[in-house]
């Protein structure tokens, strides 16, 4: 793109200089036509025949004639000669004009040299042999001519400071014309891509038609204007998701601070006796809608400093065995999930790596808890994992499946997924963080999944 504009810059700069010597040469060309026909296509020379005649004229004692070659010459250039000699007088004359005079004083030669005598088609020339003879050789031919002028230095000076500066102005005209016409040509795109620039700095997405020195610039203004039209997309798209979530949370929110604050009121009631047991249950469903509501304000804060690039990797050399088991061991544990079906399979017994285990934890448990609140209670989950060129781990399960337009979104924050129970509920930050978590230890995640078939998580560090 680069060398396109400077060449055509460079190619337009070219082009004004030729044009203007162009029409200089055919200005003086024109003048010297005017001014001098003997520039005009012809291949005699009067001159330079006259010159070379004398070869021809043949003298003996005190008789001159032509050769039959001179006659011929003669006859062949439309030429006529009259011979004369040292006091001007006719000595010899072949096919001159009957009205051409027989004697002639110096002034006569002289008019007869620097003037056309005889007629307006006849030019003649002066030739000779010095203290014998002389000979004026009469050319009829209009497109030969001879014009003898006088002139002054100051006179020729002041007339060529005169052409000097006629030139230079109109050549100067000439420049900027032919300039004005190259730069609107090539400042008018840049004026239409001025234009376009404004309406995309306000929401306007525009489409031009890639041709000329700017194509690509047109076509990369084409393209900016559809990615800035999709990132709209994504955005209002993301906006309407944001609305959506947020209402989810405070939702979310509301029931557990719902529940708190209504056991708080009865327990502060004077008008209930409560026995031990019964504070205690209730001691315990608050400790419960208050966990829950402190692990979504974590969620949020985790996924603010991993958008953010805020997070502090805390690296250490780990087992990820033992870490994956005992993830295993916690979920089934758990009260809620103790009845699931979860296996764990490992290729050895030690493979480490050198990670945050808080947030590699954090990581995994998020995709198994995905794998358990999108399926079934009779479904099994499988977590695997081995070593090979990388740290290859794995979460399968043979369940619901994810939909297609749902498995390109799951990953996105504030998304959450339809098969998702009602007591299933947390920020829809899970995905996103597991995924913000692996790609912070220079891993990824694939996902592959089909309805009624099951999911397989792939995570490569």
């Known amino acids: 793109m680069k060398w396109k504009l400077t060449g055509r810059f460079l190619l337009s700069v070219v082009l004004i200089v030729l044009f203007v010597t162009l029409i200089n040469i055919v200005a003086l060309f024109s003048m010297l036509i005017a001014g001098k026909p003997i520039f005009q296509s012809h291949q005699l020379n009067g001159e330079e025949f006259a010159r070379n005649f004398q070869r021809y004229i043949v003298v003996s004692d005190d008789n001159i004639v032509i050769s039959e070659d001179g006659k011929k010459e003669l006859i062949e250039n ?43 088609d006849t030019t003649v020339f002066v030739g000779g042999e010095e203290n014998a003879y002389s000979y004026f050789i009469g050319i009829k031919d209009r497109s030969i001519g001879r014009y003898v002028f006088t002139y002054n230095d100051e006179n020729i000076l002041n007339q060529f400071k005169t052409g000097s500066i006629f030139f230079m102005t109109i050549n100067g005209i000439v420049a900027l014309f032919i300039g004005y016409l190259f730069s609107k040509r090539l400042t008018k795109p840049l004026n239409d891509l001025i234009i376009g620039i404004r309406r995309l700095a306000n929401n306007e997405y525009i489409m031009y038609d890639p041709k000329g020195v700017y194509k690509d610039v047109f076509y990369n203004m ?105 993830i295993v061991i916690d979920t ?26 808080v947030l590699l934890r954090r990581a995994i448990h998020n995709l198994i808890y995905n794998a358990i609140v999108h399926n079934d209670e009779n479904v099994k989950i499988i977590v695997n994992v081995e070593k090979k060129e990388r740290i290859n781990i794995r979460i399968e399960d043979h369940g619901k499946g994810i939909k297609e337009e749902e498995l390109e979104r799951i990953f996105d924050r504030y998304y959450r997924g339809t098969n998702t129970g009602e007591s299933h509920k947390g920020s829809g930050l899970g995905m996103a963080i597991a995924n913000d978590i692996i790609g912070a230890h220079g891993g990824e995640i694939k996902v592959d999944s089909m309805i009624g078939c099951g999911t397989i998580i792939d995570i490569q560090i």
């Open 222 to 326: 084409n393209y900016l204007s559809n990615r800035l039209k999709d990132n709209e997309k994504e955005r209002r798209k993301l906006d309407q998701m944001k609305e959506e979530w947020i209402s989810n949370i405070s939702h979310d929110v509301k029931t557990p601070l719902a529940s708190i604050q209504g056991y708080a009121e009865i327990m502060k009631d004077k008008d209930y006796e409560f026995s031990l047991e019964e504070m205690r249950e209730y001691a315990e469903i608050i400790e419960k809608k208050a966990l829950y509501m402190r692990d979504i304000i974590e969620d949020l804060n985790l996924a603010t400093r991993l958008k953010n690039r805020e997070l502090v990797l805390n690296k250490k050399i780990m087992n990820i065995v033992s870490m994956l088991r005992n």
């Open 78 to 120: 439309n030429a006529w000669i009259q011979i004369l000699s040292e006091n001007g007088s006719e000595i010899y004359r072949y096919k001159a004009p009957s009205g051409v005079q027989k004697k002639y004083t110096p002034l006569e030669i002289i008019q007869m040299y620097k003037y056309k005598e005889i007629d307006g």
């Open 332 to 357: 089934l544990n758990d009260s809620s999930y103790s009845d699931r079906n979860i296996e764990f399979h490992c290729s050895d017994e030690i493979i480490n790596i050198d990670g945050d285990e």
